[in-house]
Every structure is written in structure tokens, then in C-alpha cells.
């Protein structure tokens, strides 16, 4: 078997080597059927189980309820941006953002084109190095709904708490930091995320929302854009994406066996520890670009003295087998995305690489 490198882009990004291995297995036949899980009709008995155990083990690996609906779409976290006012912000056509990041300005940017929005906060001037604290939040108590972004994959801030909202719905874009960690999902109205970060291959969009706020999407709206009837059709109104449906299962099964979200967050806190470390403790050659608590599990960004060294640091890495770490280009720096699937030895062996590189460097 050709050997794998070590993957640290931020999306599409690494998944785990056990799931990949399973699917290959599978792929030509799909366990005796005569076809690959591509090639098979949504509508027909195999799908069939592959996609309601697929929503099973998602409802048992964040303990969702019957009074939830999770839906499988397509059109990334992008379509998110929008379907999220056109079925949300009705009737009172108003909802706060809070704004940390590039994500979130594209979600306002689609939101204002249905409705009035109110920035609850944003830490734009601060060039999003941090998370806005609880007593900075102006919220209207009479909103449709809050929306934010729980990880900010480019600047690298993570919220550790999700903002309290009293009983306005929580509206949760948590494409890079999703079953990361165990959410409680009763605080949220609606949580959104695209698979190609941390569950999946590019293409499925996991929706969770609360099915009461299902009566706000207007029989108006297109009918692809209207969450209500996704759920009527339990995700099958038209062809899903039936191959990434079925990579997002493995991948939940993966969560499942490895003992679920408890113990995923504590590899993940474990992993980038020893990042953070690595960087804390190199006397100002790697310096970290976000407030120490608002530092992403998920999206680690740091700089080094000079951009010729991250040119450098970044050729080097990649000769050694460490792929996609150079940060987003409208940030610059270096960017090391060590989502769920990504191994701890390569946390380690990175770290390893830095501190050769400061020494020779
Ligand atoms: C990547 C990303 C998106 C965009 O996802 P697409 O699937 O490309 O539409 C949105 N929000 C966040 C937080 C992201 O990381």
C-alpha cells in the first residue's frame, strides 16, 4: 500500500483511515449486492439502511430527541446561508449575527437579502483574534432567531460556550468544529454543517433543527429550499448524495466505537495541547495569532518571524510528508487543521519537525 501523508488542510480535509479502508473494501460491491453504494437507487432497501442508520447513530452521538429533525442536504454550508433567513426570519423578518469571521460575513451577506440584520457583535476590528464575551452581545430579545459560527476555520478562534440567548433560537454554523465535542443540542433551534471538515466528504450538509421551527418555512418558498419539506421526505425529496451520506455514517460509527463525543473531545483537547505548547514554548519563533481562550481545537494558526520563513517552513513541511499548512490566503501565516480524524503521532511528529526547523533556522 502506498504510504499516506500527513493532511493538515482545512477542507476537504483528513478522514480517518479505518473509515477510508472500510469504504475501499466495500466500494466495488457493496457487501454482496453486485454494486458500490454509487451506483444504487436511493429509493431502494440497501440505501434505505444506510441512511436511517446513519441519522440513528448522528441522534446517539449527540443524544438528539424525537423534537429534532436531522436532515442530509446538499449545497454545502454556503446554501445554509441562505436557507437559514428564507425559512427562519419570517414573519418577523429580523435576526441578530454575531460576526467572527469570513463565514459569518457570508452568511450576513445572504441573510440581509431577506431580512433585517442586527450584528450582535464582531470582532472584525480586532481582525477576529478572539470571540466577543456574553456582556458584549446586543441582543434583541424579540428576534427570529441568533446566528453564529462555533469555529472560525480561518482566524482559528473557537467559542468554548455556546452565547446565551434566553429563548430566542440558537442558529449554529459549525461546519469545522462539528462532533468534535458533545453539544448540548437543546440549546440550539438549528445547527448546520458541512461535511467536508470533520464528518465526510464535500457535498452532504448535516441540518439539525427543532421541529417546531419547522412551521416558520413558508409553503412560498422553492421547494428545495424549504426545510419542512426535507423533513416530510425524511431527506429524500430528490436524489441525496447517497455516497457522502454513507462516508458520514462510517464516520459516525468510527465516533461511536472509538466511546463516542466525550472521549473524541478529549483527544482533541490532548492533540492541540501539544500544539499549542510547541508553539507557546519556542521563545517567540512560532507565535500564536489568537487570544489564548479563544484558541480553535480545530484550526491551529500561528506565524513565524518572517513570511520568507513560512514560505520556507511550509516547502520543508511538505517534503517531509506534512500537507496543507499554509494558512487561508487572506490571512497568511501557517494553519494546521487537526480535525477528529487526524492522529495524535502527527501532532507530535509536526511538533517534532518545528522544533528542528527553529534550530536550523
Ligand atoms: C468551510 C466552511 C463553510 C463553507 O462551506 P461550503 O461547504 O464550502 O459551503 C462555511 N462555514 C464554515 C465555518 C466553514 O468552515
Not at 160 to 183: M, Y
Not at 215 to 243: C, G, V, W
Not at 258 to 286: C, P, V, W
Amino acid at each position: 500500500m502506498e504510504k499516506r501523508i500527513y493532511n493538515l488542510s482545512a477542507g476537504p480535509a483528513i478522514l480517518p483511515e479505518e473509515v477510508l479502508l472500510e469504504a475501499q473494501k466495500d466500494l466495488y460491491s457493496y457487501k454482496g449486492s453486485g454494486m458500490s453504494v454509487m451506483e444504487m437507487s436511493h429509493r431502494g432497501k440497501i440505501f434505505d439502511g444506510i441512511i436511517k442508520d446513519a441519522e440513528a447513530d448522528l441522534r446517539k452521538l449527540l443524544s438528539i430527541g424525537d423534537n429534532y429533525a436531522v436532515l442530509f442536504l446538499q449545497g454545502g454550508a454556503t446554501l445554509q446561508f441562505s436557507m437559514v433567513p428564507l425559512n427562519l426570519m419570517p414573519p418577523k423578518n429580523k435576526a441578530d449575527y454575531i460576526v467572527t469571521g469570513s463565514w459569518a460575513k457570508k452568511s450576513v451577506k445572504e441573510a440581509k437579502r431577506v431580512g433585517a440584520v442586527n450584528i450582535a457583535a464582531t470582532t472584525e476590528s480586532e481582525s477576529f483574534v478572539r470571540i466577543p464575551k456574553q456582556s458584549e452581545l446586543k441582543l434583541d430579545p424579540d428576534t427570529s432567531y441568533v446566528h453564529f459560527t462555533s469555529n472560525n476555520t480561518i482566524y482559528g478562534t473557537e467559542w468554548r460556550n455556546e452565547p446565551e440567548v434566553g429563548n430566542v433560537p440558537l442558529v449554529c454554523d459549525a461546519s469545522s468544529d462539528f462532533l468534535h465535542k458533545k453539544i448540548d443540542i437543546n440549546k440550539y433551534g438549528l445547527v448546520y454543517a458541512g461535511a467536508q471538515k470533520n464528518i465526510g466528504p464535500a457535498g452532504v450538509t448535516v441540518v439539525i433543527i427543532k421541529k417546531d421551527l419547522l412551521e416558520r418555512s413558508s409553503d412560498s418558498l422553492h421547494t428545495y429550499m424549504n426545510y419542512k419539506i426535507h423533513a416530510e421526505n425524511d431527506s429524500m425529496y430528490n436524489t441525496p448524495t447517497t455516497f457522502g451520506i454513507y462516508i458520514a455514517g462510517l464516520v459516525f460509527k468510527w465516533l461511536l466505537n472509538m466511546g463516542g463525543l466525550d472521549e473524541m473531545y478529549k483527544r482533541n483537547m490532548d492533540k492541540a495541547k501539544i500544539l499549542y505548547d510547541a508553539i507557546d514554548t519556542s521563545g517567540g519563533y512560532y507565535k500564536g495569532t489568537i487570544v489564548a481562550e479563544d484558541r480553535s481545537l480545530m484550526n491551529i494558526t500561528y506565524r513565524l518571524p518572517n513570511e520568507e520563513l513560512e514560505k520556507k517552513f511550509i516547502d520543508e513541511a511538505k517534503k517531509k510528508g506534512f500537507d496543507g499548512l499554509k494558512g487561508h490566503r487572506s490571512v497568511g501565516g501557517i494553519r494546521a487543521s487537526i480535525y477528529n480524524a487526524f492522529p495524535k503521532k502527527g501532532v507530535e511528529d509536526l511538533t517534532a519537525f518545528m522544533e528542528d526547523f527553529k534550530k536550523n533556522n
